[in-house]
């Protein structure tokens, strides 16, 4: 009889217990959805049914007629902005507010995961002041022709295959590795012509769909603190050890040989030794007469956050744009009409000032990130409370909100006709001073910092495929269909690749390379 009191009066505490756990927004005069016992209302994150974003794009759907909406991730509790004219609060014209992303990294014990994505308050605000000049359009012309150098490796590895189907998901996940090997760590690789190259692995270890990442990467984003509580790095010791051996060599070797290259790691070799970054075309790190501004540690967690920055989101945006080409026929002639053009004015070559000029391929490269944002949601923490303006509402210091860029790019009262692949929808877009949500980067002070290095190696690598090559689907009933995405990765990740048909276009379409 007491046994059955006992577990009676337990199941009671626990039933209260998640009850007011689970209405702490609606007694907060917030209105919420009906989270379930454990899962909140993430329960198809956890049944593999959908990934977080897709997830957050339904619950956008659901409660966009509010200007926010309490969230529960299980029993972790998120505050949603729906309201466009918020969003733009929180992440620019109030940032003060919300400088930080909730992100809570123990350098010490996990020294990758010190790096500018992660880093809070001051630290992050001295860093990103300090890297800003190494993204400026000098800096990235010096960088052009490493660039180029490894697209044109990538258009002889399709030529030499011939004509026929090939996963441009991977071809793109290879070219990308090949450019942040060497912009980002001064060393040649060559993955596109062997997936076993230590790059290639690294970049697949770290982003592959094991339990363990999913772990890692889910609390990295949702649960900081417990990594920090376990003890356990946001990546795996092979990796780390990789990172660090192959930043310290490359250092260790260009200081003691005096070589300057024209990459990140001389920048960030600058910046340790100098305290800034060359505002103008200066590449030499200079000799510092005081201690080092940057240790081991911290240039390795910068070069590794540009590594996998643009070995996922830059690959997947060029790989999902060549499958929205593919599959519009009058879209692929106008790209090439403008890539003929442009080329043939310039004598078939490519440089950095012609690839600029590719507008028609700018809009088809922002369309694509409007439908497939990377990632799907921003997540930013409000640092001191913050009243709503227009409101009695307050959004308290330490509050988790989530903006889904997913469903804000999805939603047909700011985009007609949301699932076609429209680029001249950008006919008339201002970035910074449209009303229309556009987030692929994020904005205000914390947008992505290495956005036009990554944009300009995803118009090259597009501009050069398509100069080239016409694309086709390998089966023509996609064409009305969409890609299945994965319901295990946080970025928007197609399940089994993106398998497309290239063939040559003869010498009467195009000039030969």
């Known amino acids: 009889m007491f046994w059955l009191v006992a577990f009676l009066f337990a199941v009671t505490v626990i039933f209260v217990a998640q009850k007011i756990w689970f209405t702490h927004w609606s007694r907060q005069g917030i209105a919420q959805f009906a989270p379930k016992f454990l899962f909140g209302d993430i329960g198809e994150v956890f049944q593999q049914r959908?990934?977080?974003?897709?997830?957050?794009?339904?619950?956008?759907?659901?409660?966009?007629?509010?200007?926010?909406?309490?969230?529960?991730?299980?029993?972790?509790?998120?505050l949603m902005i729906n309201d466009p004219d918020l969003v733009k609060d929180v992440l620019v014209r109030n940032f003060s507010h919300f400088y930080d992303r909730g992100m809570r990294v123990d350098e010490s014990m996990d020294p990758l995961g010190g790096h500018l994505f992660a880093l809070s308050g001051e630290k992050w605000k001295h860093l990103r002041t300090k890297l800003g000049p190494a993204f400026t359009s000098g800096k990235l012309k010096g960088m052009f022709p490493t660039l180029l150098k490894i697209g044109e490796v990538m258009l002889d590895h399709v030529g030499r295959n011939g004509s026929g189907m090939i996963d441009v998901r991977e071809l793109s996940a290879r070219y990308s590795t090949d450019i942040i090997a060497s912009v980002g760590f001064g060393i040649e690789t060559d993955s596109i012509n062997n997936e076993d190259e230590i790059f290639r692995r690294m970049g697949s270890k770290f982003f592959a769909l094991t339990l363990k990442n999913m772990f890692r990467l889910g609390s990295f984003f949702f649960f900081p603190k417990l990594l920090t509580t376990l003890r356990m790095k946001h990546v795996d010791q092979e990796v780390e050890d990789f990172i660090f051996n192959l930043v310290q060599g490359t250092m260790e070797y260009r200081e003691s040989n005096g070589i300057v290259r024209k990459d990140m790691m001389q920048l960030l070799l600058q910046l340790r030794n100098t305290g800034a970054v060359a505002e103008d075309d200066r590449w030499d790190v200079g000799?510092?007469?005081?201690?080092?501004?940057?240790?081991?540690?911290?240039?390795?967690?910068?070069?590794?956050?540009?590594?996998?920055?643009?070995?996922?989101?830059?690959?997947?945006?060029?790989?999902?744009?060549?499958?929205?080409?593919?599959?519009?026929?009058?879209?692929?002639?106008?790209?090439?009409?403008?890539?003929?053009?442009?080329?043939?004015?310039?004598?078939?070559?490519?440089?950095?000032?012609?690839?600029?000029?590719?507008?028609?391929?700018?809009?088809?490269?922002?369309e694509t990130m409007r439908k497939y944002p990377s990632p799907p949601f921003l997540n930013r923490e409000c640092t001191k409370d913050y009243r709503i303006p227009g409101t009695n509402t307050i959004i308290k210091k330490g509050t988790i909100v989530i903006i889904s860029t997913l469903g804000l790019q999805r939603d047909d009262q700011f985009y007609p006709n949301p699932e076609e692949f429209i680029p001249e929808r950008f006919d008339h877009f201002e970035d910074s001073n449209s009303k229309v949500p556009y987030y692929p980067f994020g904005d205000g002070p914390r947008i992505c910092i290495g956005m036009r290095l990554g944009q300009l190696q995803v118009k090259l690598g597009l501009a050069l495929l398509l100069s080239r090559f016409n694309l086709a689907l390998v089966d023509e009933?996609?064409?009305?269909?969409?890609?299945?995405?994965?319901?295990?990765?946080?970025?928007?990740?197609?399940?089994?690749?993106?398998?497309?048909?290239?063939?040559?276009?003869?010498?009467?379409?195009?000039?030969?390379?």
Do not use: W
């Open 50 to 78: 959908l990934n977080i974003g897709m997830v957050y794009a339904k619950l956008y759907e659901k409660s966009k007629h509010l200007p926010i909406c309490g969230v529960y991730f299980s029993f972790r509790r998120f």
């Open 287 to 366: 000799v510092s007469k005081n201690s080092k501004t940057l240790s081991l540690p911290e240039i390795s967690a910068q070069a590794f956050v540009f590594f996998i920055a643009a070995y996922e989101t830059s690959s997947t945006a060029m790989a999902f744009c060549l499958y929205e080409v593919a599959k519009n026929k009058t879209i692929q002639r106008k790209v090439q009409e403008e890539l003929d053009e442009i080329l043939s004015i310039n004598q078939g070559k490519f440089d950095y000032e012609s690839v600029v000029k590719m507008q028609y391929l700018d809009k088809c490269i922002k």
């Open 477 to 513: 009933s996609q064409r009305t269909g969409e890609l299945k995405l994965s319901p295990k990765s946080i970025l928007l990740t197609p399940v089994d690749g993106i398998n497309l048909k290239l063939q040559e276009r003869n010498l009467n379409d195009c000039r030969k390379l």
